[in-house]
């Protein structure tokens, strides 16, 4: 029962970190593609 819920959680864990470097990864691309015009607009006006 203790290897089944050790296993369990190191493939949740996988999963979560997994999840979470997809995340910061598409966040990382497209997040200063969207700030960059609305700064370049705000910096015109």
């Known amino acids: 029962?203790?290897?089944?819920q050790t296993a369990?959680?190191?493939e949740l864990l996988?999963?979560?970190t997994g999840?979470?470097?997809?995340?910061?990864?598409?966040?990382f691309f497209t997040l200063p593609y969207s700030i960059a015009p609305?700064?370049?607009l705000?910096?015109?006006t």
Do not use: D, E, G, Y
């Open 8 to 10: 369990f959680s190191r």
């Open 42 to 44: 705000q910096h015109l």
């Open 19 to 27: 999840t979470v470097l997809a995340v910061a990864t598409v966040a």
């Open 1 to 4: 029962m203790k290897f089944r």
């Open 38 to 40: 609305s700064a370049v």
């Open 14 to 16: 996988a999963v979560v």
